[in-house]
């Protein structure tokens, strides 16, 4: 009896710990000599469903701010090159058929628009088309045809100044050397430079606010002064190129990347521009923006070249026209 009593013990205490080691698997038979049971495997334990990635909006790349100089030389002059192909009709933006013509706007254009400017010297052409006329002209008459332009006094100051300069230092014709042009009056180095360009195809920087705005904005330069930004700009391109890249460069930013809203969005050299997001980014916004032909409007020219036209872009109206 002690001995059945203890065999009974024995097997509730094994049937309360469950089977051992010794008797394999949970189907309660042993393993084949000379073979390992199989491993029991674990419960696939199932991960929660990772959370979807947020989309966001493409991020334009920017130069770095250690920018180093070869590199800002390849940026710059790829810059010059995409806007050529974008303003492949890019010119000066006042109307003029000689160098006395393009001197005296250039001077007018001071403090207005090159539109005004245009508007207004017909008139004044069409009394005074030499400078021999002009600098015998009635200062107060003068004064009349040129009120639209703004600082009308002082403007006629200057081109009357500057035609008496002609007709008594240079005979009557318009100089084709810097310094000689910045001795007349109203005739600073930004003058002689669009004269020198675009009159006389020697080449020059024209460092206007267009320009000084957008090679800042592109940090091409952080200089402020127009004659160091000239200088800081124009040793990152060939000489030959000077003339053209201010055309394009003022027309970029009359049409796109202006002063205010730049119109990012649209901006075809975003992804080269430091600047990009101080503007409008989103592209339907951002064309609503646009101004000139690149928005369907008339130009700054009365008179433009034929390849204006040819590109989409239309005459500007003549002063009183609506």
Not at 22 to 36: L, V
Not at 94 to 119: G, H, I, K, M
Not at 266 to 271: E, G, H, N, Q, T
């Amino acid at each position: 009896m002690g001995g059945d009593e203890e065999r009974a013990k024995a097997v509730k205490k094994a049937a309360a710990e469950g089977p051992s080691a010794s008797e394999g698997t949970s189907t309660g038979r042993r393993p084949a000599a000379g073979r390992k049971a199989a491993p029991v495997k674990k419960a696939a334990v199932r991960k929660a469903p990772a959370k979807a990635a947020v989309q966001k909006a493409p991020v334009k790349t920017a130069p770095p701010k250690d920018e180093s100089r070869t590199a800002l030389v390849r940026r710059a002059r790829r810059i010059n090159r995409e806007l050529s192909e974008i303003y492949p009709y890019a010119h000066p933006e006042l109307d003029f058929e000689n160098p006395f013509q393009l001197v005296v706007a250039t001077v007018l254009s001071a403090q207005t628009t090159d539109l005004r400017v245009n508007q207004t010297t017909p008139g004044l052409f069409s009394r005074y088309p030499t400078p021999e006329d002009l600098a015998a002209a009635d200062p107060e008459d003068v004064e009349e045809i040129l009120r639209p332009t703004g600082f009308f006094r002082a403007k006629t100051r200057s081109v009357i100044g500057l035609s008496k300069a002609l007709v008594e230092q240079f005979d009557g014709e318009v100089p084709g050397r810097l310094e000689d042009l910045v001795k007349l009056p109203g005739v600073g180095r930004k003058t002689a430079f669009v004269v020198l360009g675009n009159a006389f195809g020697r080449p020059g920087i024209t460092v206007d606010t267009h320009f000084q705005r957008l090679v800042r904005r592109w940090r091409w330069t952080q200089e402020t002064e127009p004659d160091k930004i000239e200088a800081a700009v124009g040793s990152l391109f060939p000489k030959s190129e000077w003339t053209m890249l201010s055309h394009h460069v003022i027309f970029h930013g009359r049409r796109i990347c202006h002063a205010r809203k730049p119109a990012c969005g649209a901006c075809p050299i975003a992804p080269l521009c430091p600047a990009y997001g101080e503007g409008e980014t989103d592209p339907e916004k951002a064309k609503k923006l646009l101004k000139y032909e690149k928005g369907g409007f008339p130009g700054q020219r009365l008179n433009p070249p034929q390849a204006y036209l040819d590109a989409g872009g239309r005459p500007a109206p003549p002063l009183g026209a609506g």
